[in-house]
């Protein structure tokens, strides 16, 4: 009767650090704050004009979208897919990194060391565009 107990009790105990593991892993809070771009970038499809920005981000939700809000001048908000999540490289302040391509500037990185992670971004490749615009200029010639 005693051995019973004993694997009824080690049963109920796995049970329930199994039924609380999932939970605490998904308990990661949403990460909030503010940030100023000094001039327009790109952002993906999204161009943004220079000015305050609010943004919001759910590590636990499904969809890995970042909410962006422009608080000064002209409203406007943004809905960005985050393309990674991975944990923050060691730094001391969150930052915007951007990489230059002909069409300008664009986002490829949003480092958030102050909430542990780092947030990648889809920035489109020159060779694309390069692509594009030859098969724009063969379109031409060949209508001629």
């Known amino acids: 009767m005693t051995s019973i107990r004993k694997f009824l009790y080690a049963s109920v105990l796995a049970l329930t650090t199994l039924s609380l593991a999932p939970s605490l ?4 809070q949403p990460v909030q704050g503010k940030f100023t771009l000094a001039h327009e970038v790109r952002w993906q499809n999204a161009v943004l004009p220079a000015g305050e920005y609010r943004f919001s981000f759910d590590p636990g939700s499904t969809g890995s979208m970042l909410l962006l809000s422009k608080v000064s001048g002209d409203r406007r908000s943004f809905m960005l897919l985050v393309s990674n999540a991975e944990e923050a490289r060691p730094a001391s302040v969150n930052q915007l990194v951007l990489e230059a391509t ?6 490829s990185e949003f480092q958030l060391p102050e909430y542990g992670m780092t947030l990648h971004f889809r920035v489109p490749s020159q060779t694309g565009e390069k692509q594009a615009a030859a098969a724009a200029a063969t379109a031409a010639a060949g209508a001629q």
């Open 102 to 107: 002909p069409a300008g500037s664009y986002v």
């Open 25 to 28: 892993a998904s308990a990661e």
